[in-house]
């Protein structure tokens, strides 16, 4: 799993099938001093979170266990809203 | 998923049978406010995108997981066609106007 902040929202009408009825987030991936890292990506929020919030992702594969993520083509889903990130003083 | 903007098309007439009929796009990776990464990818479209059309791509086993996808060699596909991005409160894109200018300007 990856650390994101939500950044947005992505609204698509024409879209594959499967995926009716989901919220897509643009989540910004976080680095080790929870820093913007990397571009955005497009995750499928399963949880409501809102934008601002610090989040947890996981990727395809093993996220198949998460609830809309399964037998669906999502490669990236928001599983939960991180309340607090406890960092160690470096 | 990423966002791609679609910049051209792979017209192949020799390639594996269960992709006959299928569309491959050439898309390029873009951030929420339209700046270019540089990255290109051949991806799967069923659902009729064009050029110049903002997306969102599904990539690795995730591309297989439609009905029209699912026995097919594919790693990337076209799962949805954005109307709309809103990014920190304000709409970055819209179908009709396009990307909106950032403070930030384009990145290259």
């Known amino acids: 799993m990856r650390l ?3 950044v947005g929202l992505a609204i ?6 499967e995926l009716e009825g989901v919220r897509f987030a643009v989540v910004q991936p976080l680095g080790a001093g929870l820093e913007d890292r990397g571009r955005p990506l497009v995750a499928v929020d399963t949880v409501g979170a809102g934008e601002g919030q610090t989040v947890f992702t996981v990727a395809a594969g093993p996220g198949r266990a998460a609830r809309g993520m399964a037998d669906r083509p999502v490669d990236l889903a928001v599983i939960g809203i991180v309340d ?7 | ?3 791609g903007r679609v910049i051209g098309r792979a ?3 020799r390639k ?16 929420p406010q339209g700046a270019g990464s540089g990255d290109m990818a051949v991806v799967a ?3 009729g995108a064009g050029p110049g059309d903002v997306v969102l791509v599904a990539q690795g086993s995730a591309a297989r997981f439609t009905a029209q996808t699912k026995e097919q060699p594919v790693d990337a596909l076209v799962v949805g066609i954005v109307d709309t991005i809103r990014v920190n409160g304000r709409s970055a894109f819209t ?4 990307f909106a200018p950032n403070d930030k300007g384009a990145r290259p």
């Open chain 2, 1 to 3: 998923m990423i966002i």
């Open chain 2, 11 to 13: 017209v192949s007439t």
């Open chain 1, 12 to 17: 698509a009408s024409p879209k594959a099938a």
């Open chain 2, 45 to 47: 479209d069923h659902l």
């Open chain 2, 16 to 31: 594996d049978e269960k992709l006959l009929g299928t569309k491959l796009l050439l898309v390029e990776e873009v951030n």
């Open chain 2, 95 to 98: 179908s009709a106007g396009g």
């Open chain 1, 4 to 6: 994101a902040r939500v």
């Open chain 1, 84 to 90: 607090e990130a406890l960092m160690e003083d470096r």
